[in-house]
């Protein structure tokens, strides 16, 4: 059967698709033009004619794929409730004991982008927006007097720094720390971090507003 011919929107998003379908499967050092050409019968030219090379190609489907974490977060840290409720949320998804499934691809795409510079800026540029989205909570519950938290864009560097590297623990070397453990950790670094008294649940006097959206379900 004949192949339907796409746009040229549609035939990057068919190959983007592919190429993660492949990092997935590969890794994201060893996927090659040819696996994604191959997957979708088409030829490597196609590819390299919407990508010029493997390492854009890679590094526009590290991208796509990590979207999909960065708008949940965003979902997380833009609900109408407290600061401090959408920090809980927003951390617990984020550490490797969470519901966040691309630590793998991360954790992959930061060793290879040592070497790839295209992955490497569109790595910065995505934990960066990590980074961001907590600042801004953060300096939302110190304006509003949740708690005292004096340098938000410290805190936010040093909460994803420690959730980083128990990442790394969790998923490279089972077993190492225990998820409990870990989720503990996690909890005692955004206390710390915002001056509040180990196990605080919610700032004092404060109550959850409606959603935002209809549906919108919180996870913590």
Known sequence: MARVRLGVAERREELLRAAIEQIEARGVAAVRIADVA??????NALVLYHFSTKERLVAEAFARAAQDDLAHLRKLVGRRTTALR???AAVRWYAPTGQAKGWRLWIEGWAASLREP???EVARGLDQEWKAALVEVIAEGVAAGEFPCPDPAGAALRLTALLDGLAVQLTSY???VPRARAQEWADEALDRELGLAPGTRDAPGTRDAPARRSGDQSSS
């Open 118 to 120: 295209a992955l490497r």
């Open 86 to 88: 959408r920090l809980r």
């Open 174 to 176: 089972d077993g190492a």
């Open 38 to 43: 191959a997957s979708l019968g088409v030829s």
